[in-house]
């Protein structure tokens, strides 16, 4: 008989290192990749990306895209930001995959007016339809993230350690 390697957990704990790099990266993210589940199936989309005043994740979506309803109807999502660098191996660059509680924030809600302008103000070329009126604002609360810091570099990440 062969004795068999015990599995040891490949999540490292997390340290102020790691939470200022997923911090970070949410920051720094002018995208990120979306994943919803559409009618029972995964979908992942790109979506534009900045943060709220608060460092909230946001977006700006239409209504007549395919990941939209299931954040209307709150549904979990997962954000992924982080992107390969120019040169080498792309699964060695920091990746930070965030499940998210979305808040979709009406058009008619006191908050959208405000919203509305700080997203247009870090994303400029969203003024020119905005104003569309099958165009929403959604919020991603984080509820947990894995950061992936490179090679042999995983943590978890609460909303606490990403500064919410």
Do not use: W
């Not at 895209?65 to 920091?94: F, I, N, Q, W």
């Amino acid at each position: 008989m062969s004795e068999q390697t015990p599995k040891t957990d490949p999540i490292r704990p997390t340290d102020d290192e790691a939470r200022a790099l997923g911090r970070g990266l949410i920051d720094e993210a002018p995208f990120a990749a979306l994943a919803t589940v559409t009618d029972g199936a995964p979908m992942v989309t790109r979506i534009a990306l900045t943060c709220d005043p608060a460092g909230v994740p946001l977006t700006l979506v239409s209504q007549l895209a395919a990941h939209t309803a299931p954040l209307m109807a709150g549904r979990p999502a997962s954000l992924m930001v982080g992107e390969p660098g120019g040169k080498g191996d792309p699964l060695t660059h920091p990746r930070l995959t965030i499940q998210c509680r979305p808040e979709v924030i009406a058009r008619d809600s006191d908050a959208f007016e405000a919203l509305s302008a700080h997203y247009v103000a870090e994303r400029p070329k969203s003024k020119l339809y905005i104003g569309f009126a099958d165009f929403l604002l959604v919020r991603f609360h984080p509820e947990e993230a894995l950061l992936n810091g490179g090679f042999g570099k995983a943590f978890r990440l609460t909303p606490a350690d990403m500064g919410l």
